[in-house]
């Protein structure tokens, strides 16, 4: 088997894993509504389609901002090798899943994984709870 063969099976297998669906997008501006001067995010979409989430940290990082304590929780979302050009602050929302308690999560892009022959394109995401 060539590297190549043995690659496209490999890519052919992580895609079938990514049972779940994302967006992602990223914040491009902001607009001002004339009428009510309310100030709103505008945003670019990037990608819309399957990908898998993983646990990569067994415990989360604990954060004490001014007298919040936040819970930032260390995830990998693994998206097709096609998705490129992704940013560090790009966001993931999770539009569904076969973890109901994942439906509707956001996720902000914190690390971005490259190398050689990957089968799929991993990302290290946190989502903050508090």
């Excluded at 009428?35 to 898998?52: E, H, K, N, Q």
């Excluded at 919040?68 to 966001?91: A, C, H, I, S, W």
């Amino acid at each position: 088997m060539s590297r190549a063969s043995a690659l496209a099976r490999g890519q052919a297998a992580a895609l079938a894993s990514m049972v779940d669906a994302c967006t992602i997008r990223r914040r491009t501006g902001e607009a001002t509504n004339p009428d009510t001067s309310v100030i709103t995010p505008t945003w670019a979409s990037l990608y819309a389609g399957v990908c898998r989430v993983q646990q990569s940290l067994a415990q989360a990082d604990q954060h004490d901002v001014g007298e919040d304590f936040q819970l930032r929780l260390r995830l990998v979302v693994q998206l097709p090798v096609t998705v490129t050009g992704l940013q560090v602050n790009d966001e993931i929302t999770i539009t569904s899943s076969r973890d109901a308690d994942l439906v509707g999560r956001v996720f902000l892009i914190r690390d971005l994984f490259h190398k050689t022959d990957e089968t799929a394109r991993r990302v290290g995401v946190t989502e903050r709870t508090g």
